[in-house]
Protein backbone atom coordinates (compact mmCIF):
# COMPACT_ATOMS: atom_id res chain seq x y z
CA UNK A 1 0.00 0.00 0.00
CA UNK A 2 1.41 3.59 -0.80
CA UNK A 3 1.79 6.30 1.52
CA UNK A 4 -1.24 8.18 -0.19
CA UNK A 5 -3.34 5.03 -0.09
CA UNK A 6 -2.76 4.67 3.73
CA UNK A 7 -2.82 8.27 4.55
CA UNK A 8 -6.42 8.70 2.62
CA UNK A 9 -7.87 5.29 4.78
CA UNK A 10 -6.93 6.86 8.10
CA UNK A 11 -8.13 10.35 7.28
CA UNK A 12 -11.42 8.35 6.75
CA UNK A 13 -11.38 6.16 9.27
CA UNK A 14 -10.85 9.25 11.52
CA UNK A 15 -13.48 11.36 9.75
CA UNK A 16 -16.29 8.13 10.38
CA UNK A 17 -15.18 8.03 14.16
CA UNK A 18 -16.05 11.55 14.25
CA UNK A 19 -19.20 11.94 12.55
CA UNK A 20 -20.57 8.67 14.53
CA UNK A 21 -19.17 10.74 17.66
CA UNK A 22 -21.30 13.71 16.71
CA UNK A 23 -19.11 15.96 19.55
CA UNK A 24 -18.01 18.12 16.67
CA UNK A 25 -20.34 19.20 14.08
CA UNK A 26 -20.60 17.62 10.72
CA UNK A 27 -19.98 20.48 8.58
CA UNK A 28 -16.82 21.42 10.61
CA UNK A 29 -15.80 17.94 10.16
CA UNK A 30 -16.36 17.88 6.84
CA UNK A 31 -14.54 20.89 5.75
CA UNK A 32 -11.72 20.04 8.25
CA UNK A 33 -11.48 16.25 6.38
CA UNK A 34 -11.86 18.16 2.98
CA UNK A 35 -8.92 20.87 3.53
CA UNK A 36 -6.63 18.16 5.39
CA UNK A 37 -6.72 15.77 2.38
CA UNK A 38 -5.69 18.64 0.03
CA UNK A 39 -2.74 19.33 2.58
CA UNK A 40 -1.84 15.54 2.07
CA UNK A 41 -2.03 15.46 -1.70
CA UNK A 42 -4.87 13.50 -2.13
CA UNK A 43 -6.45 16.08 -5.06
CA UNK A 44 -5.43 19.61 -6.56
CA UNK A 45 -6.39 22.45 -5.57
CA UNK A 46 -9.07 23.10 -8.54
CA UNK A 47 -10.82 19.63 -7.37
CA UNK A 48 -11.16 20.65 -3.27
CA UNK A 49 -14.64 22.41 -3.90
CA UNK A 50 -15.80 20.75 -7.07
CA UNK A 51 -18.16 18.96 -4.88
CA UNK A 52 -20.23 22.31 -4.60
CA UNK A 53 -20.84 22.27 -8.10
CA UNK A 54 -21.86 18.40 -8.28
CA UNK A 55 -25.49 17.85 -9.97
CA UNK A 56 -25.96 15.52 -7.13
CA UNK A 57 -25.58 18.67 -4.29
CA UNK A 58 -27.57 20.58 -6.48
CA UNK A 59 -30.66 18.04 -6.57
CA UNK A 60 -30.54 18.25 -2.88
CA UNK A 61 -30.46 22.01 -2.64
CA UNK A 62 -33.51 22.11 -5.21
CA UNK A 63 -35.39 19.13 -3.24
CA UNK A 64 -34.99 21.11 -0.01
CA UNK A 65 -36.21 24.17 -1.35
CA UNK A 66 -39.31 22.40 -2.53
CA UNK A 67 -39.76 20.62 0.53
CA UNK A 68 -40.07 24.07 2.31
CA UNK A 69 -43.39 24.78 0.27
CA UNK A 70 -44.72 21.22 0.47
CA UNK A 71 -44.45 21.12 4.39
CA UNK A 72 -46.66 24.64 4.35
CA UNK A 73 -49.41 22.68 2.54
CA UNK A 74 -52.57 21.31 4.61
CA UNK A 75 -53.48 18.62 2.39
CA UNK A 76 -52.38 15.73 5.00
CA UNK A 77 -53.84 17.55 7.81
CA UNK A 78 -57.22 17.38 5.72
CA UNK A 79 -56.57 13.80 5.09
CA UNK A 80 -55.50 12.95 8.67
CA UNK A 81 -58.75 14.95 9.86
CA UNK A 82 -60.78 12.22 7.44
CA UNK A 83 -58.59 9.29 9.07
CA UNK A 84 -59.33 9.99 12.50
CA UNK A 85 -63.18 10.43 11.71
CA UNK A 86 -63.06 6.71 10.61
CA UNK A 87 -61.98 5.51 13.85
CA UNK A 88 -59.81 3.41 12.52
CA UNK A 89 -57.63 0.43 14.83
CA UNK A 90 -54.23 1.23 16.07
CA UNK A 91 -52.52 -1.05 13.69
CA UNK A 92 -54.27 0.83 10.53
CA UNK A 93 -53.28 4.40 12.17
CA UNK A 94 -49.48 3.45 12.53
CA UNK A 95 -49.54 1.30 9.21
CA UNK A 96 -51.08 4.32 7.09
CA UNK A 97 -49.20 6.98 9.05
CA UNK A 98 -46.15 5.17 8.20
CA UNK A 99 -46.95 4.38 4.58
CA UNK A 100 -47.41 8.47 4.44
CA UNK A 101 -44.04 8.55 5.48
CA UNK A 102 -42.81 6.15 3.19
CA UNK A 103 -44.58 7.57 0.15
CA UNK A 104 -43.66 11.23 0.85
CA UNK A 105 -39.77 9.94 1.11
CA UNK A 106 -39.90 8.76 -1.93
CA UNK A 107 -39.98 12.17 -3.84
CA UNK A 108 -38.29 14.20 -1.06
CA UNK A 109 -35.72 13.67 1.55
CA UNK A 110 -35.91 11.44 4.10
CA UNK A 111 -36.00 14.10 7.09
CA UNK A 112 -38.49 16.12 4.61
CA UNK A 113 -40.96 13.23 4.62
CA UNK A 114 -39.81 12.21 8.82
CA UNK A 115 -40.69 16.93 8.92
CA UNK A 116 -44.01 16.64 7.29
CA UNK A 117 -45.74 13.57 8.61
CA UNK A 118 -44.67 13.84 11.95
CA UNK A 119 -46.75 16.51 13.73
CA UNK A 120 -49.77 14.96 11.22
CA UNK A 121 -48.89 11.61 13.13
CA UNK A 122 -49.03 12.93 16.62
CA UNK A 123 -52.07 15.11 15.66
CA UNK A 124 -53.64 11.70 14.77
CA UNK A 125 -52.40 9.62 17.78
CA UNK A 126 -53.70 12.35 20.54
CA UNK A 127 -56.88 12.46 19.09
CA UNK A 128 -57.21 8.40 19.03
CA UNK A 129 -55.25 8.03 22.61
CA UNK A 130 -52.46 6.13 21.03
CA UNK A 131 -49.23 6.25 22.56
CA UNK A 132 -46.80 8.53 20.62
CA UNK A 133 -43.73 5.81 20.99
CA UNK A 134 -45.92 3.37 18.91
CA UNK A 135 -46.17 5.77 16.29
CA UNK A 136 -42.62 7.84 16.19
CA UNK A 137 -40.39 5.17 15.42
CA UNK A 138 -42.34 2.91 13.03
CA UNK A 139 -42.84 7.11 10.94
CA UNK A 140 -39.06 7.23 11.53
CA UNK A 141 -37.72 3.79 9.58
CA UNK A 142 -40.83 4.48 6.77
CA UNK A 143 -39.37 7.31 6.33
CA UNK A 144 -35.75 5.88 5.55
CA UNK A 145 -37.94 2.98 3.78
CA UNK A 146 -39.21 5.51 1.60
CA UNK A 147 -36.31 6.48 0.37
CA UNK A 148 -35.09 3.16 -1.60
CA UNK A 149 -37.62 3.56 -4.01
CA UNK A 150 -36.66 6.48 -6.08
CA UNK A 151 -33.35 8.87 -7.38
CA UNK A 152 -34.33 11.60 -5.27
CA UNK A 153 -35.48 9.54 -2.05
CA UNK A 154 -32.34 9.89 -0.25
CA UNK A 155 -28.58 11.80 -1.45
CA UNK A 156 -27.15 8.02 -1.52
CA UNK A 157 -29.47 7.10 -4.44
CA UNK A 158 -28.10 10.13 -6.73
CA UNK A 159 -24.54 9.52 -5.37
CA UNK A 160 -24.52 6.18 -6.70
CA UNK A 161 -25.86 7.17 -9.95
CA UNK A 162 -23.49 10.08 -10.36
CA UNK A 163 -20.92 7.75 -10.15
CA UNK A 164 -22.63 4.64 -13.01
CA UNK A 165 -22.97 7.52 -15.50
CA UNK A 166 -19.25 8.67 -15.06
CA UNK A 167 -18.27 5.01 -15.33
CA UNK A 168 -20.38 3.97 -18.05
CA UNK A 169 -22.22 6.87 -19.54
CA UNK A 170 -25.73 7.02 -18.17
CA UNK A 171 -26.61 6.72 -14.65
CA UNK A 172 -29.78 4.91 -12.99
CA UNK A 173 -33.37 5.58 -13.83
CA UNK A 174 -36.34 7.42 -11.81
CA UNK A 175 -37.55 4.13 -10.79
CA UNK A 176 -34.88 1.52 -11.27
CA UNK A 177 -34.44 1.31 -7.48
CA UNK A 178 -37.93 1.00 -6.70
CA UNK A 179 -37.22 -3.07 -8.30
CA UNK A 180 -35.23 -3.85 -4.80
CA UNK A 181 -36.57 -0.64 -2.71
CA UNK A 182 -40.52 -0.89 -2.91
CA UNK A 183 -40.44 -5.06 -2.06
CA UNK A 184 -37.96 -4.03 1.13
CA UNK A 185 -40.31 -0.46 1.73
CA UNK A 186 -43.29 -2.57 1.92
CA UNK A 187 -42.27 -5.64 3.86
CA UNK A 188 -40.39 -3.66 6.13
CA UNK A 189 -43.11 -1.30 6.98
CA UNK A 190 -45.82 -3.90 7.26
CA UNK A 191 -43.28 -5.67 9.82
CA UNK A 192 -42.59 -2.66 12.17
CA UNK A 193 -46.69 -1.51 11.94
CA UNK A 194 -47.62 -4.82 12.43
CA UNK A 195 -44.75 -5.22 16.08
CA UNK A 196 -45.19 -1.45 17.17
CA UNK A 197 -48.17 -2.18 19.38
CA UNK A 198 -46.07 -5.29 21.04
CA UNK A 199 -42.77 -3.67 21.38
CA UNK A 200 -43.83 -0.50 22.50
CA UNK A 201 -47.40 -1.61 25.26
CA UNK A 202 -48.59 1.22 27.43
CA UNK A 203 -47.50 1.45 30.80
CA UNK A 204 -49.64 -0.15 32.94
CA UNK A 205 -50.22 2.33 35.59
CA UNK A 206 -51.80 4.32 33.13
CA UNK A 207 -53.30 2.69 30.27
CA UNK A 208 -55.27 5.46 28.43
CA UNK A 209 -52.70 8.06 28.36
CA UNK A 210 -51.29 9.80 25.59
CA UNK A 211 -47.75 8.94 24.59
CA UNK A 212 -47.08 12.66 26.19
CA UNK A 213 -46.98 11.77 29.53
CA UNK A 214 -44.71 8.36 29.05
CA UNK A 215 -41.46 10.86 28.25
CA UNK A 216 -39.17 11.72 31.06
CA UNK A 217 -38.53 15.19 31.33
CA UNK A 218 -35.79 17.24 33.29
CA UNK A 219 -37.44 20.28 35.53
CA UNK A 220 -36.12 22.70 37.92
CA UNK A 221 -38.92 22.97 40.83
CA UNK A 222 -39.82 24.87 44.19
CA UNK A 223 -40.94 22.97 47.06
CA UNK A 224 -43.87 24.74 48.74
CA UNK A 225 -44.11 24.92 52.25
CA UNK A 226 -47.61 22.17 51.99
CA UNK A 227 -45.78 20.04 49.98
CA UNK A 228 -45.72 16.21 50.79
CA UNK A 229 -41.95 16.29 49.45
CA UNK A 230 -41.07 18.42 52.92
CA UNK A 231 -39.06 15.98 55.15
CA UNK A 232 -38.26 13.84 52.55
CA UNK A 233 -34.65 12.15 52.09
CA UNK A 234 -33.62 11.96 48.37
CA UNK A 235 -33.08 8.60 48.31
CA UNK A 236 -36.96 7.86 48.73
CA UNK A 237 -38.38 10.09 46.32
CA UNK A 238 -38.31 7.92 43.21
CA UNK A 239 -40.24 4.95 45.20
CA UNK A 240 -42.63 7.28 46.87
CA UNK A 241 -43.35 10.40 44.37
CA UNK A 242 -41.60 8.65 40.71
CA UNK A 243 -38.86 10.84 40.28
CA UNK A 244 -35.19 10.79 40.32
CA UNK A 245 -33.08 14.09 41.98
CA UNK A 246 -30.07 15.44 40.42
CA UNK A 247 -29.46 18.49 42.55
CA UNK A 248 -31.06 19.66 45.66
CA UNK A 249 -30.36 23.74 45.80
CA UNK A 250 -30.89 25.51 48.96
CA UNK A 251 -30.60 29.25 48.61
CA UNK A 252 -28.71 29.56 45.71
CA UNK A 253 -26.12 26.61 46.93
CA UNK A 254 -26.11 23.24 45.82
CA UNK A 255 -26.36 20.42 49.12
CA UNK A 256 -24.05 17.85 48.77
CA UNK A 257 -24.10 14.38 50.49
CA UNK A 258 -25.66 11.03 50.39
CA UNK A 259 -28.93 10.55 49.07
CA UNK A 260 -30.03 8.84 52.30
CA UNK A 261 -28.87 11.86 54.24
CA UNK A 262 -30.16 14.71 52.20
CA UNK A 263 -33.11 16.01 53.67
CA UNK A 264 -35.41 18.22 51.42
CA UNK A 265 -37.12 21.41 53.07
CA UNK A 266 -39.40 23.43 52.00
CA UNK A 267 -38.44 26.53 49.81
CA UNK A 268 -35.58 24.25 48.30
CA UNK A 269 -35.00 23.44 44.90
CA UNK A 270 -34.94 20.24 42.80
CA UNK A 271 -33.33 19.34 39.90
CA UNK A 272 -35.06 16.26 38.66
CA UNK A 273 -36.43 14.20 36.03
CA UNK A 274 -39.45 12.05 35.76
CA UNK A 275 -42.50 11.19 33.79
CA UNK A 276 -44.35 14.65 32.66
CA UNK A 277 -47.47 13.30 34.02
CA UNK A 278 -45.77 13.26 37.15
CA UNK A 279 -45.02 16.78 38.04
CA UNK A 280 -48.46 17.67 36.27
CA UNK A 281 -49.68 15.78 39.32
CA UNK A 282 -47.39 16.88 41.93
CA UNK A 283 -47.92 20.90 40.44
CA UNK A 284 -52.12 20.14 41.08
CA UNK A 285 -51.52 19.04 44.41
CA UNK A 286 -48.63 21.79 46.06
CA UNK A 287 -45.94 19.18 45.42
CA UNK A 288 -43.48 20.77 43.28
CA UNK A 289 -44.53 24.14 41.64
CA UNK A 290 -42.75 26.29 38.91
CA UNK A 291 -41.35 29.27 39.42
CA UNK A 292 -43.88 32.51 38.33
CA UNK A 293 -43.43 33.64 33.77
CA UNK A 294 -41.56 37.00 34.45
CA UNK A 295 -43.99 38.49 32.36
CA UNK A 296 -47.37 36.84 34.11
CA UNK A 297 -49.25 34.30 32.47
CA UNK A 298 -51.37 35.78 29.64
CA UNK A 299 -54.12 35.21 27.60
CA UNK A 300 -52.05 34.56 24.53
CA UNK A 301 -49.75 32.79 25.75
CA UNK A 302 -48.65 28.66 24.72
CA UNK A 303 -47.36 25.83 25.71
CA UNK A 304 -45.38 24.01 22.88
CA UNK A 305 -43.10 20.99 22.87
CA UNK A 306 -40.40 21.61 20.23
CA UNK A 307 -37.46 19.14 18.84
CA UNK A 308 -33.97 20.16 18.20
CA UNK A 309 -33.39 19.50 14.74
CA UNK A 310 -29.54 18.42 13.39
CA UNK A 311 -29.59 22.18 11.60
CA UNK A 312 -31.05 23.96 14.59
CA UNK A 313 -28.44 26.64 15.73
CA UNK A 314 -29.30 25.30 19.60
CA UNK A 315 -26.99 22.74 19.41
CA UNK A 316 -24.48 22.69 21.83
CA UNK A 317 -26.08 25.79 23.43
CA UNK A 318 -26.88 25.61 27.16
CA UNK A 319 -30.28 26.80 27.98
CA UNK A 320 -29.51 29.88 29.75
CA UNK A 321 -27.60 31.22 26.58
CA UNK A 322 -30.89 30.48 24.24
CA UNK A 323 -31.22 34.70 23.78
CA UNK A 324 -33.64 33.53 20.51
CA UNK A 325 -36.11 32.63 23.12
CA UNK A 326 -35.15 34.51 26.70
CA UNK A 327 -34.85 38.36 24.66
CA UNK A 328 -38.88 37.08 23.22
CA UNK A 329 -39.86 36.24 26.88
CA UNK A 330 -40.38 32.70 25.99
CA UNK A 331 -39.41 30.55 29.28
CA UNK A 332 -38.01 27.17 28.95
CA UNK A 333 -39.85 25.14 31.45
CA UNK A 334 -38.99 21.30 30.71
CA UNK A 335 -36.30 19.26 28.55
CA UNK A 336 -36.25 15.41 27.40
CA UNK A 337 -32.53 14.75 26.72
CA UNK A 338 -30.70 12.53 24.59
CA UNK A 339 -27.52 12.28 27.22
CA UNK A 340 -27.90 10.91 30.48
CA UNK A 341 -25.05 13.57 31.65
CA UNK A 342 -26.62 15.89 34.35
CA UNK A 343 -24.69 18.52 35.76
CA UNK A 344 -24.86 22.14 37.31
CA UNK A 345 -28.05 23.55 37.15
CA UNK A 346 -30.97 23.26 34.53
CA UNK A 347 -29.68 25.85 32.77
CA UNK A 348 -26.50 24.67 32.86
CA UNK A 349 -27.55 21.66 30.45
CA UNK A 350 -26.21 21.73 27.13
CA UNK A 351 -28.46 20.85 24.34
CA UNK A 352 -28.40 18.09 21.48
CA UNK A 353 -29.67 16.70 18.28
CA UNK A 354 -33.34 15.43 18.89
CA UNK A 355 -33.63 16.91 23.12
CA UNK A 356 -37.31 18.10 23.07
CA UNK A 357 -37.58 21.25 24.54
CA UNK A 358 -40.57 22.89 26.40
CA UNK A 359 -41.30 26.21 25.71
CA UNK A 360 -44.15 28.94 27.28
CA UNK A 361 -44.49 32.47 26.34
CA UNK A 362 -46.32 34.46 23.73
CA UNK A 363 -47.62 31.82 20.80
CA UNK A 364 -46.42 34.49 18.22
CA UNK A 365 -43.21 34.86 19.78
CA UNK A 366 -42.39 31.01 20.15
CA UNK A 367 -43.20 30.51 16.27
CA UNK A 368 -40.97 32.93 14.55
CA UNK A 369 -38.09 31.92 17.58
CA UNK A 370 -38.14 27.95 16.50
CA UNK A 371 -38.09 29.37 12.89
CA UNK A 372 -34.85 31.33 13.45
CA UNK A 373 -33.62 28.58 15.77
CA UNK A 374 -34.83 25.65 13.29
CA UNK A 375 -36.73 23.38 15.60
CA UNK A 376 -39.88 21.47 14.72
CA UNK A 377 -42.64 22.20 17.25
CA UNK A 378 -44.60 18.85 17.96
CA UNK A 379 -47.52 21.24 19.42
CA UNK A 380 -49.79 23.86 17.40
CA UNK A 381 -48.12 26.91 17.43
CA UNK A 382 -48.73 30.01 14.67
CA UNK A 383 -47.15 29.38 11.76
CA UNK A 384 -44.72 32.18 11.11
CA UNK A 385 -45.68 32.00 7.48
CA UNK A 386 -49.14 31.28 6.46
CA UNK A 387 -50.46 27.75 5.56
CA UNK A 388 -50.49 27.20 2.04
CA UNK A 389 -53.81 25.47 0.58
CA UNK A 390 -53.18 25.81 -3.23
CA UNK A 391 -52.65 22.28 -5.04
CA UNK A 392 -50.28 24.17 -7.72
CA UNK A 393 -46.88 23.54 -5.87
CA UNK A 394 -47.95 19.64 -5.66
CA UNK A 395 -48.65 19.64 -9.25
CA UNK A 396 -45.61 21.54 -10.30
CA UNK A 397 -43.39 19.42 -8.17
CA UNK A 398 -45.49 16.24 -9.87
CA UNK A 399 -44.00 17.74 -13.18
CA UNK A 400 -40.66 17.96 -11.82
CA UNK A 401 -40.91 14.08 -11.31
CA UNK A 402 -42.44 13.22 -14.26
CA UNK A 403 -39.25 14.79 -16.43
CA UNK A 404 -36.85 13.53 -14.01
CA UNK A 405 -38.32 10.15 -14.57
CA UNK A 406 -38.59 10.39 -18.43
CA UNK A 407 -34.67 11.15 -18.54
CA UNK A 408 -34.04 14.87 -18.03
CA UNK A 409 -31.38 14.99 -15.36
CA UNK A 410 -32.73 15.71 -12.04
CA UNK A 411 -30.99 18.98 -11.33
CA UNK A 412 -32.65 20.54 -14.11
CA UNK A 413 -36.20 19.24 -13.95
CA UNK A 414 -36.38 20.66 -10.34
CA UNK A 415 -34.39 23.85 -11.29
CA UNK A 416 -37.60 24.72 -13.24
CA UNK A 417 -39.82 23.83 -10.22
CA UNK A 418 -37.89 25.98 -8.17
CA UNK A 419 -38.61 28.75 -10.79
CA UNK A 420 -42.15 28.34 -11.27
CA UNK A 421 -42.61 28.07 -7.59
CA UNK A 422 -41.17 31.35 -6.96
CA UNK A 423 -42.63 32.90 -10.16
CA UNK A 424 -46.29 31.86 -8.74
CA UNK A 425 -44.88 33.69 -5.09
CA UNK A 426 -45.26 30.31 -2.99
CA UNK A 427 -41.91 30.32 -3.15
CA UNK A 428 -39.13 33.27 -1.65
CA UNK A 429 -35.75 32.14 -3.08
CA UNK A 430 -33.70 34.04 -0.22
CA UNK A 431 -35.52 33.66 2.44
CA UNK A 432 -35.04 29.51 1.44
CA UNK A 433 -31.71 29.95 1.04
CA UNK A 434 -31.19 30.77 4.46
CA UNK A 435 -33.76 28.21 5.83
CA UNK A 436 -31.65 25.41 3.91
CA UNK A 437 -30.14 22.64 6.03
CA UNK A 438 -26.48 23.76 5.36
CA UNK A 439 -24.31 21.49 7.28
CA UNK A 440 -26.14 18.52 5.50
CA UNK A 441 -25.39 20.03 1.83
CA UNK A 442 -21.78 21.26 3.40
CA UNK A 443 -21.25 17.70 4.53
CA UNK A 444 -22.00 16.58 1.22
CA UNK A 445 -20.33 18.60 -0.93
CA UNK A 446 -16.88 18.00 0.98
CA UNK A 447 -16.88 14.59 1.37
CA UNK A 448 -17.26 14.48 -2.98
CA UNK A 449 -13.47 15.23 -3.31
CA UNK A 450 -12.60 12.53 -0.70
CA UNK A 451 -14.58 9.80 -2.35
CA UNK A 452 -13.63 10.47 -5.88
CA UNK A 453 -9.41 10.11 -4.47
CA UNK A 454 -10.76 6.90 -3.01
CA UNK A 455 -10.54 5.70 -7.19
CA UNK A 456 -7.87 7.86 -8.21
CA UNK A 457 -5.30 7.04 -5.11
CA UNK A 458 -5.81 3.04 -5.65
CA UNK A 459 -7.59 2.88 -2.27
CA UNK A 460 -10.80 1.29 -3.63
CA UNK A 461 -8.55 -1.32 -5.57
CA UNK A 462 -5.88 -2.30 -2.63
CA UNK A 463 -9.66 -2.67 -0.46
CA UNK A 464 -11.18 -5.09 -3.09
CA UNK A 465 -7.66 -6.89 -3.32
CA UNK A 466 -7.87 -7.64 0.64
CA UNK A 467 -11.53 -8.82 0.63
CA UNK A 468 -11.25 -10.68 -2.83
CA UNK A 469 -8.52 -12.90 -0.81
CA UNK A 470 -11.48 -13.95 1.64
CA UNK A 471 -14.62 -13.70 -0.52
CA UNK A 472 -15.10 -15.51 -4.23
CA UNK A 473 -16.04 -11.23 -5.47
CA UNK A 474 -15.56 -13.80 -9.08
CA UNK A 475 -19.33 -15.04 -8.23
CA UNK A 476 -21.41 -11.33 -8.80
CA UNK A 477 -23.67 -12.42 -5.70
CA UNK A 478 -20.71 -13.01 -3.02
CA UNK A 479 -19.75 -9.61 -3.72
CA UNK A 480 -22.89 -8.12 -3.64
CA UNK A 481 -23.66 -9.64 -0.83
CA UNK A 482 -20.43 -8.31 1.12
CA UNK A 483 -21.04 -4.67 -0.40
CA UNK A 484 -24.54 -5.14 1.07
CA UNK A 485 -23.68 -6.31 4.45
CA UNK A 486 -20.74 -3.44 4.62
CA UNK A 487 -23.51 -0.66 3.90
CA UNK A 488 -25.64 -2.13 6.39
CA UNK A 489 -22.92 -2.35 8.85
CA UNK A 490 -21.48 1.19 8.55
CA UNK A 491 -24.57 3.12 8.12
CA UNK A 492 -25.94 2.36 11.59
CA UNK A 493 -22.94 4.87 12.41
CA UNK A 494 -22.40 7.78 9.57
CA UNK A 495 -24.62 8.88 7.84
CA UNK A 496 -25.98 7.17 4.04
CA UNK A 497 -24.14 9.73 2.26
CA UNK A 498 -21.08 8.87 2.93
CA UNK A 499 -21.65 5.20 3.17
CA UNK A 500 -22.46 5.66 -0.27
CA UNK A 501 -19.40 7.58 -1.22
CA UNK A 502 -16.88 5.54 0.72
CA UNK A 503 -18.12 2.25 -0.52
CA UNK A 504 -18.61 3.61 -4.04
CA UNK A 505 -15.60 3.57 -5.72
CA UNK A 506 -14.99 -0.11 -4.07
CA UNK A 507 -18.00 -1.49 -5.27
CA UNK A 508 -17.30 -0.67 -9.03
CA UNK A 509 -13.98 -2.17 -8.32
CA UNK A 510 -15.47 -5.75 -7.51
CA UNK A 511 -17.51 -4.93 -10.45
CA UNK A 512 -14.61 -4.39 -12.83
CA UNK A 513 -12.62 -7.37 -11.30
CA UNK A 514 -15.27 -9.78 -11.55
CA UNK A 515 -16.26 -8.33 -15.22
CA UNK A 516 -19.50 -7.84 -14.27
CA UNK A 517 -21.65 -4.79 -14.68
CA UNK A 518 -21.63 -2.12 -12.32
CA UNK A 519 -25.08 -1.57 -11.66
CA UNK A 520 -26.02 -4.29 -9.02
CA UNK A 521 -23.13 -3.50 -6.74
CA UNK A 522 -24.42 0.41 -6.79
CA UNK A 523 -28.41 -0.52 -6.18
CA UNK A 524 -26.50 -2.99 -3.07
CA UNK A 525 -24.78 -0.22 -1.84
CA UNK A 526 -27.65 2.70 -2.19
CA UNK A 527 -29.61 0.11 -0.47
CA UNK A 528 -27.94 -1.11 2.35
CA UNK A 529 -26.77 3.23 3.03
CA UNK A 530 -30.78 3.52 3.60
CA UNK A 531 -31.57 0.70 5.90
CA UNK A 532 -30.25 2.24 9.11
CA UNK A 533 -32.67 0.46 11.97
CA UNK A 534 -30.17 -0.37 14.88
CA UNK A 535 -28.66 2.95 16.50
CA UNK A 536 -30.49 5.94 16.77
CA UNK A 537 -27.23 7.92 15.34
CA UNK A 538 -26.72 7.03 12.25
CA UNK A 539 -29.95 8.94 10.61
CA UNK A 540 -31.12 12.28 11.74
CA UNK A 541 -34.34 10.57 11.49
CA UNK A 542 -33.51 7.92 14.23
CA UNK A 543 -31.89 10.77 16.15
CA UNK A 544 -35.22 12.75 16.29
CA UNK A 545 -37.33 9.59 16.83
CA UNK A 546 -35.39 8.84 20.11
CA UNK A 547 -35.99 12.32 21.41
CA UNK A 548 -39.52 12.56 20.40
CA UNK A 549 -40.69 9.47 21.29
CA UNK A 550 -38.60 8.57 24.80
CA UNK A 551 -37.02 5.65 23.46
CA UNK A 552 -33.97 4.33 24.73
CA UNK A 553 -30.88 2.94 22.75
CA UNK A 554 -32.09 -0.63 23.62
CA UNK A 555 -35.80 0.48 21.57
CA UNK A 556 -33.91 0.13 18.57
CA UNK A 557 -31.90 -2.66 18.43
CA UNK A 558 -35.31 -4.72 19.73
CA UNK A 559 -37.33 -3.05 17.01
CA UNK A 560 -34.27 -2.81 14.28
CA UNK A 561 -32.86 -6.01 14.07
CA UNK A 562 -35.69 -8.49 12.28
CA UNK A 563 -36.19 -5.53 10.17
CA UNK A 564 -32.25 -5.41 9.89
CA UNK A 565 -31.80 -9.40 8.52
CA UNK A 566 -35.71 -9.39 6.86
CA UNK A 567 -34.49 -6.77 4.41
CA UNK A 568 -30.81 -7.78 3.92
CA UNK A 569 -32.58 -11.30 3.06
CA UNK A 570 -35.09 -9.50 0.89
CA UNK A 571 -32.64 -6.77 -1.14
CA UNK A 572 -30.27 -9.70 -2.29
CA UNK A 573 -33.01 -12.03 -3.37
CA UNK A 574 -34.56 -8.83 -5.33
CA UNK A 575 -30.49 -8.06 -6.54
CA UNK A 576 -30.20 -11.16 -7.99
CA UNK A 577 -33.59 -11.61 -9.23
CA UNK A 578 -34.01 -8.12 -11.20
CA UNK A 579 -29.98 -7.15 -11.53
CA UNK A 580 -27.91 -10.09 -12.38
Known amino acids: MSFEQATLLILLLAMLVLFSREHIRIEVVAIAGLLAGYALGLYPADQVFAGFASPVVITVIEILLIVQVLARAKLFDSLAAHFAAAKPSRFKVIAGASSLAGFISVFINNIGAF ?51 KATGAGFRFFDFAYV ?20 PEPDEAPAKISSGTRRIIVERRVPNVSPLVGVRLSECPARFGIKPHALIRGDNFVFGPLDQS ?17 ADLAATQGLIADAHPQGMQPDFARVETVVMPESTLIGSRIRSLEVFHHRGIVVAALSMRTPRIEGRFLDLQLSIGDIL ?31 FSWRPFALFACGVAASAAGMRPDIAFAGVVLALAVLAHLNIRQAMADLKWPIIIMLAAMIPIGQAMTSSGAAEAIAGWLSLVVPIGEPLAGIALILFLA ?23 ARTGQHPPDAYLIAVAAGASLDFLTPFGHHNNALAMG ?33
Not at 555 to 566: E, S
Open 548 to 580: IGGYHFSDFLRAGWPLAVASYILALFLLALFWL
Open 263 to 279: VIEAGDVLLTEGGDAVF
Open 488 to 510: MALTPFVNNATVAIVLTPIALEF
Open 181 to 200: GLPVAITCIFLIASRAQRLF
Open 115 to 165: AITLPVALRLGTALSIPRRQLVMPISFAALLGGLVSLIGTPANLLVSDALA
Open 358 to 388: TLEGPRIAIAEALEESECLPLASTVPAEPPL
